[in-house]
C-alpha cells in the first residue's frame, strides 16, 4: 500500500517529483535571491533589471530540470529543451513569425479603432541601437526562461500524471492567475488573454516536440509589444522604447496600464492563432508518454 502511495509502477510518482522539482526551484531560487542582493540595478521597466532577472531565472530552472532528468535518467530534450544547436533552428524563426505577426494584427486593430497614436520616436542616435539590443537580449531571455520553467519538466510531469490536455489547461489557467495576482493593475481580460496564448503556447510544444517554437514566439511576441509598438506593461512604459506612443480610448481597445495584451482585440487573435495552429501543425508529437 505504502509503495504504491509512492510509487506507479514505473517511477516515483509525477506529483512527488513535481513537489521535490518545487522544491529545488525553492532553494536555488532563494538562494539566487541571497546572491543578487548587492546588484545595483535599474529602476522601472528597464532591459539590463529584466535581463539580469531572467537570466537568473533561466539558470535555476535548467540546474532543477537537469537534477530531476539525471534522477529520472531522462535527457533535456524529453522536457521539451532542444539542444543549443537546435535551439535557433527552424522551429525556433517559426515561432519568431508568429511572434511578430499576432501582435502586428493586435495594433493593427487597435490603430483602426482610433486607440493607437505614434508622435515620433522616442530614443534616436546611439541610444536607439543600444536599447534595441538590449530589450532583443532581455526578451530573448524572457521566452527562454519563462518556457523552460513553466512548460519545460513542469508540463512534463504533470501530464504524466493526469494526462497532456488536463495539465495544459492547469498550466494555462494558472499562468494567467500568476500574472493576474504578481502584476498591478491587473483585469479579467489579461488573465484570459495570458491563459490563452498559454494554451497557444503549450499546442506548440505538443504538434511541434521542442519549445524552440515557443521560445521564439514569446520572444518576439513580447519585443513587438514592449519595444517596438511600444505599449505600456503592469502601467510602465519600457525604458528606451522605440516609439513615443499614445493609446487614447476605451481600454477594452486599448489594453490601458496593462498595455495590448489585456485589450479584446488579443483574446480574438489569440483564438484565432490557436485555431490557424491547430490547421497546420496536425501531429501530435510530444510528450511521448501523453495521451490524448
Not at 490601458?256 to 489585456?262: H, K, N, R, W
Request: a positive charge; one cysteine or more.
Amino acid at each position: 500500500m505504502l509503495r504504491k502511495i509512492f510509487h506507479n509502477g514505473r517511477e516515483l510518482r509525477s506529483g512527488w517529483r513535481l513537489l521535490i522539482f518545487f522544491l529545488l526551484i525553492f532553494a536555488l531560487g532563494y538562494a539566487a535571491r541571497k546572491g543578487m542582493e548587492r546588484l545595483v540595478l535599474p529602476d522601472g521597466l528597464h532591459p539590463v533589471s529584466i535581463g539580469v532577472f531572467d537570466a537568473v531565472m533561466l539558470v535555476v530552472a535548467l540546474i532543477a530540470t537537469a537534477i530531476m532528468g539525471r534522477f529520472e535518467h531522462r535527457r533535456l530534450a524529453a522536457y521539451g529543451i532542444p539542444p543549443v544547436r537546435q535551439l535557433f533552428g527552424r522551429l525556433f524563426w517559426a515561432g519568431v513569425v508568429w511572434g511578430l505577426v499576432m501582435p502586428s494584427a493586435i495594433i493593427l486593430l487597435i490603430f483602426l479603432s482610433g486607440g493607437y497614436h505614434v508622435h515620433g520616436l522616442n530614443v534616436t542616435g546611439t541610444g536607439l541601437l543600444k536599447f534595441a539590443g538590449l530589450w532583443l537580449l532581455a526578451n530573448l531571455l524572457i521566452g527562454l526562461s519563462e518556457e523552460i520553467t513553466f512548460r519545460g519538466y513542469f508540463l512534463y510531469t504533470l501530464a504524466d500524471g493526469i494526462g497532456f490536455w488536463p495539465a495544459a489547461m492547469i498550466n494555462a489557467v494558472g499562468f494567467g492567475a500568476l500574472h493576474y495576482y504578481t502584476k498591478p493593475h491587473e483585469r479579467w481580460e489579461d488573465w484570459v488573454a495570458v491563459t490563452l496564448l498559454t494554451i497557444f503556447i503549450t499546442l506548440a510544444l505538443r504538434r511541434t516536440g521542442s519549445l524552440a517554437f515557443s521560445i521564439g514566439m514569446h520572444a518576439a511576441f513580447d519585443f513587438m509589444f514592449i519595444y517596438v509598438f511600444s505599449g505600456m506593461n503592469g502601467g510602465e512604459f519600457a525604458v528606451g522604447r522605440l516609439l513615443n506612443a499614445e493609446f487614447p480610448g476605451s481600454i477594452r481597445v486599448t489594453g490601458g496600464l496593462l498595455g495590448p495584451e489585456a485589450s479584446w482585440f488579443c483574446l480574438l487573435v489569440a483564438t484565432a492563432a490557436i485555431v490557424w495552429l491547430h490547421l497546420t501543425y496536425r501531429q501530435a508529437k510530444w510528450p511521448a508518454l501523453a495521451k490524448d
